[in-house]
């Protein structure tokens, strides 16, 4: 898959197809506040709601399974994603964790550099990865810019959680830890 990144992300296969879509609907209705945005198939079905956590010290970010989220008792979590932490820890790479249903122990790490677009997702405790970012090149001696990038997603591997979890990756990475933020 390759990515092209804008306000939102369209995301197309190896044959060109347009495979997902990403569009920041939170201009309408009551999910106004925040900066939520849908992660839609290539058919325009709504797939995952992701929106921030408000006042997240992390940027806690959780998805909800269609568009609307909104209405109470609908839909539950599907999973929530958040920045691993440390006022102290000052390394280059980013780390965050995901926490799949209402799991306590986190089903996922991503590491890397997004910024770099060199980061892969990989189930806790494991070394195997479930999905690879890296840069797309025009040749062997050619990157493209940072919002034309790779994905690929190993057999097996949900391609839907690993895109929600790139688009999350895309909005936290450059979020300040310095001070409680609104991740959006």
């Known amino acids: ?30 999910c106004s506040a925040g900066g939520g945005l849908v992660l839609m198939d290539g058919a325009g079905n ?21 568009e609307d989220e909104c209405k109470e008792g609908q839909n539950l979590k599907l999973f929530s994603m958040r920045r691993v932490s440390s006022f102290l820890d000052r390394r280059r ?3 965050a964790e995901v926490f799949v249903g209402g799991s306590k122990k986190p089903a996922f790490t991503v590491e890397g550099s997004f910024r770099s677009r060199n ?26 810019g940072t919002d034309v990038f790779n994905l690929v997603v190993q057999d097996g591997g949900n391609s839907d959680l690993v895109m929600a979890c790139v688009v999350i990756m895309d909005r936290i990475r450059s979020k300040s830890l310095a001070v409680p933020v609104l991740c959006s």
Request: charged share 25%; glycine share 8%; hydrophobic share 35%.
């Open 93 to 95: 790479k980013d780390v």
């Open 46 to 66: 709504a797939l995952m709601s992701l929106r921030p956590q408000i006042l997240s010290m992390q940027c806690q970010w959780n998805a909800y399974r269609g």
């Open 1 to 30: 898959m390759s990515f092209q990144g804008t306000d939102g992300f369209t995301v197309f296969d190896e044959h060109g197809r347009l495979v997902f879509r990403v569009d920041n609907y939170s201009r309408k209705g009551c």
């Open 119 to 144: 980061c892969v997702i990989r189930r806790s405790g494991s070394e195997e990865f479930v999905a690879k970012i890296t840069r797309k090149r025009a040749s062997p001696t050619v990157l493209l």
